[in-house]
């Protein structure tokens, strides 16, 4: 029986495929909120994130621009902070260019509200970082808020303010001195408010500059090239497309905060590690956070954090960076990854029991060790799942990873493929694999979870010609496209579900998969709306 690739490729779109290669960076939230560090009128803010502490200790635009006269950032030192990023791993470098403060980090023609004009550092800080990006090889990106509490929002707990007229004129031509003054651009992460679909549609702009630049979903209304996850959120479904995961060395808050607690750096380390794995075992991308105080510096915690990041992924070089995500999905025991005639195996959860078995898979398996050292594992075959013997505790108290060495490209036979009985393959709910992505009304707090694909997997032992039934309800007049081994077709909803569709072409001693999605999405997303509660594959007679 031939199975089918382990690897999940995600995307067939050149610019898109360009950043998904990206795989993991660094945020950094800097501005006039790490110079105030947490702290108002001498006590802590503890609502909110510090980032947007102007608004959750209701200070006056006055007032916040009095910080502005201390802000002299003496420590800035972009050279530092992109060695850091290198020493983590990372592969580019994301920028608070303008919070919901207003408060931008670049000169811009467009106000004297900025770190230029209106500090005693008198720099442009995205131009410096830029230029040393480009220097020491990393990408650049940059994050922009659509929120903008300067040029005349009101506090909105939710950040969920439309944009007015000329607040959305602002953002044209900031956007257009950001994506011209800078270099190459390789992300654009927009961020909260709530523009109308026109509106959303014309800050797109970034396609007439920087082509090349993959654009966030958080310039909403379901445009954009990747979806952003919630704060610090590892995905519970498999998804479908380009996605990331936003994350924060702490979660209460992403701008500096002088009083945050910080221990355990081993613990914080080990927790980071996992949620970059399980994000990138998925087929997401990894941006994780610094908060530089307000002099620029970066906080010696968060830096050794980030080390201890790099350290582990130096340990296990190309098994979580560079590699893919398969189709063997999370494990009770953790998850797996691909590169080439590899799999990495990363056990999160160290069994009990001594074994650790990967089910499914049907490529001949050279040699097992523990990754990072030359402990050779013994292991067996039960059916078509590897069994892997674990030694008593693991070599590497951050994560361990069991390199598994194949003879060829990895194939597997997914567990829940379903087998021919009496002539028919009966597929019910429980056979399918659901694969989802999200759509929003313009906002944060419209964002829905969707289904975009169903799929499910045939054992064929035989060649022949057969019908395929579909019981239960679909978008009647949407066209859907379906796939059952190399057989494609088209039809309405209507006739999805009404009647039998074929004969289709089945081959023999193979697994083939059957996939279901819509021919044409008004939009990354968009959902199937098909309920299938039962799917029957029979061979013509």
């Not at 199975?3 to 501005?31: C, N, P, Q």
């Not at 300067?150 to 001195?177: A, R």
């Not at 075992?281 to 010696?300: F, H, K, Q, T």
């Not at 906002?443 to 045939?458: G, N």
Request: charged fraction near 25%; glycine fraction near 8%; hydrophobic fraction near 35%.
């Amino acid at each position: 029986m031939r199975g089918i690739s382990a690897e999940l490729r995600t995307t067939s779109d050149s610019r898109v495929e360009a950043w998904e290669k990206l795989e993991y960076g660094m945020f950094i939230h800097w501005g006039l909120y790490s110079e105030i560090g947490g702290v108002w009128k001498g006590q802590p803010v503890t609502k909110g994130y510090n980032e947007q502490i102007q608004m959750w200790a209701n200070i006056s635009e006055e007032e916040y621009l009095e910080v502005a006269k201390r802000f002299t950032a003496e420590h800035f030192n972009p050279e530092e902070i992109c060695q850091l990023a290198k020493d983590a791993g990372m592969r580019y470098i994301v920028l608070t260019t303008k919070h919901h403060d207003g408060f931008s980090m670049f000169k811009t023609e467009t106000t004297d509200y900025n770190i230029v004009d209106r500090t005693p550092f008198g720099q442009d800080a995205l131009k410096l970082l830029a230029d040393e990006c480009q220097k020491q090889g990393l990408k650049l990106g940059l994050y922009y808020s659509l929120v903008d509490w300067h040029q005349g929002h009101e506090f909105d707990h939710n950040n969920c303010n439309e944009i007015p007229e000329s607040i959305e004129k602002i953002i044209v031509e900031q956007l257009q001195e950001l994506l011209t003054n800078y270099g190459p651009i390789a992300e654009v992460w927009f961020d909260m408010g709530a523009p109308t679909l026109e509106q959303s549609k014309r800050f797109q702009i970034v396609r007439e500059y920087q082509p090349d630049a993959a654009v966030n979903s958080r310039i909403w209304n379901n445009q954009g090239d990747f979806r952003t996850l919630g704060d610090n959120e590892v995905p519970s479904v498999p998804l479908d497309g380009a996605w990331q995961t936003p994350a924060s060395i702490y979660h209460s808050t992403w701008g500096y905060r002088s009083w945050q607690e910080r221990k355990d750096l081993t613990g914080k380390v080990q927790e980071l590690v996992k949620s970059l794995v399980k994000v990138r075992a998925n087929g997401g991308n990894y941006l994780l956070n610094i908060g530089p105080r307000g002099d620029g510096s970066i906080v010696e915690y968060e830096a050794d954090v980030l080390r201890g990041i790099g350290d582990w992924l130096e340990r296990h070089q190309h098994a979580c960076l560079d590699s893919s995500a398969t189709r063997f999905g999370t494990q009770a025991w953790g998850e797996v990854m691909v590169k080439d005639q590899d799999l990495f195996l990363y056990v999160l959860h160290w069994p009990e029991e001594g074994e650790l078995r990967l089910p499914g898979l049907l490529t001949d398996v050279k040699r097992v060790i523990e990754n990072g050292t030359e402990e050779v594992l013994n292991w067996r075959l039960e059916e078509n799942d590897c069994v892997i013997t674990l030694p008593s505790k693991p070599d590497d108290e951050i994560l361990p990873v069991v390199k598994v060495e194949l003879s060829d490209k990895a194939t597997l036979i997914p567990s829940s493929t379903v087998k021919e009985e009496d002539g028919e393959w009966n597929i019910h709910k429980e056979d399918l694999d659901f694969r989802h992505s999200y759509k929003d009304q313009g906002s944060y707090f419209t964002t829905k979870q969707t289904v975009v694909r169903i799929s499910a997997y045939l054992a064929s032992q035989q060649e022949g010609k057969a019908t395929l039934t579909v019981t239960g309800k679909a978008d009647r007049d949407a066209q859907y496209r379906i796939q059952l081994g190399d057989h494609l077709l088209s039809v309405t909803g209507k006739q999805l579900t009404n009647g039998s569709i074929g004969p289709i072409h089945l081959s023999a001693n193979e697994v083939i998969p059957l996939t279901i999605q819509r021919a044409e999405s008004s939009y990354k997303g968009e959902d199937i709306n098909l309920e299938i509660d039962r799917v029957t594959v029979k061979r013509a007679k």
